[in-house]
């Protein structure tokens, strides 16, 4: 049989080592990018993340802000600008207690109180 591609498959040999090295080194600078730079990507990526909720609830702080101001002038008609309020109640805010002693602090300073006494 005659071999015609002789002399390229003496190229493709050579070049087959040279794939493995390079093989080899794309491996090796993939790896230490990785480590090296894993935790920093995964930061900024979170930040990314945060960023882009801060966004959306900002987007969503104005548009209830409009709408409130929109209903507040149409409903009750002031006789004043009530946009000065309405930043105020919008920067307050109040936690409701869920219960009279919701971590139990009052049982256990009792028991404090009765051992100590």
Do not use: C
């Not at 080592?17 to 920093?40: D, E, M, P, W």
């Not at 006789?79 to 109040?94: G, K």
């Amino acid at each position: 049989m005659l071999d015609i591609f002789s002399p390229i498959s003496g190229i493709f040999n050579s070049l087959g080592n040279l794939g493995t090295v390079t093989q080899l080194i794309f491996t090796v600078l993939f790896i230490a990018l990785f480590f090296g730079f894993g935790q920093k990507l995964q930061m900024r990526q979170y930040m990314w993340d945060i960023d882009r909720g801060l966004r959306r609830l900002d987007i969503i702080r104005t548009q209830a802000k409009e709408l409130s101001l929109k209903t507040i002038k149409e409903i009750g008609k002031p006789t004043v600008d009530p946009l000065p309020q309405l930043n105020v109640l919008m920067e307050s805010f109040l936690i409701t207690p869920v219960d009279m002693d919701p971590t139990g602090i009052v049982s256990k300073f009792d028991h404090l109180l009765d051992v100590v006494m």
